[in-house]
């Protein structure tokens, strides 16, 4: 089974405009971790947000929010009033907690979403 | 800032050669993961190293080794080319208690 879900492969969206990106995900580790990246056709990864599974609040950086809702196993990011420079490519992951081996943080990544803003 | 830098941005092999891809880092991060990514599958992680000279198999190990005998370098090797390797290949690096990983540039490997 998929451990992320990226259901949208692409999405097309009106500068300024809001934006959902979804991201659903599936462990059963009481203790992980979400993380958006957005990667633009330059290649690079750029981290954008984080949101741990023990936090209470949503995370929010700037115009990046991540909509998490634990019970439905959910880490939706938001992006308000959209730029043009938003277009590029968006990753969600996870990481687990591996107890067996202290420090490794691995991620899994979805299959990710490719975000055009219009002008 | 932490730097990640990759040897190449792209590289042409043929079949049957040993490739080499470097990663370094220039802050001191324990962990760096060796990733590929390809269209549809986003990144899959091959292997990834939590100390020098360890590493350990990622999801899809198999026609790649590493080493890593300093904190600083992580190589990714291709014993043997296949044109199944072809795919942007990112290293990452972190901190065992760090939330986020940083990424190089990535590495586009083409095997003809």
């Known amino acids: 089974a998929q451990k992320i879900t990226q259901t949208q492969p692409g999405m097309f969206v009106q500068e300024k405009e809001a934006v959902t990106l979804d991201c659903t995900y599936d462990?059963?580790?009481?203790?992980?971790?979400l993380f958006w990246y957005k990667q633009p056709s330059s290649g690079e990864m750029i981290f954008l947000i984080y949101q741990g599974s023990y936090d209470q609040q949503n995370a929010t950086e700037g115009r990046y929010s991540l909509n998490f809702q634990k019970a439905r196993k959910s880490a939706n990011l938001v992006i308000s009033a959209s730029q043009l420079g938003d277009s590029a490519m968006y990753f969600c992951?996870?990481?687990?907690?591996?107890?067996?081996?202290?420090?490794?943080?691995?991620?899994?990544f979805g299959t990710g979403t490719r975000l055009t803003i219009i002008p | 800032d932490v730097k990640v830098t990759q040897s190449s941005r792209y590289l042409v092999k043929r079949t049957g050669e040993k490739v080499f891809l470097e990663c370094v880092q220039d802050m001191d991060h324990e962990n760096m993961f060796w990733y590929r990514q390809d269209p549809g599958l986003g990144l899959r992680l091959i292997y990834f190293?939590?100390?020098?000279?360890?590493?350990e198999k990622g999801d899809i190990p198999e026609g790649y080794s590493v080493s890593r005998e300093k904190k600083e370098r992580f190589s990714l090797i291709l014993e043997s080319a296949s044109t199944n390797q072809t795919s942007m290949y990112l290293c990452a690096t972190g901190v065992y208690t760090g939330n986020e990983q940083f990424f190089g540039p990535g590495t586009r490997l083409t095997v003809l």
């Open positions: 462990t059963s580790d009481p203790s992980y971790g």
């Open positions: 190293s939590y100390d020098v000279k360890m590493k």
């Open positions: 992951a996870m990481r687990e907690a591996d107890i067996s081996n202290f420090g490794n943080e691995k991620l899994t």
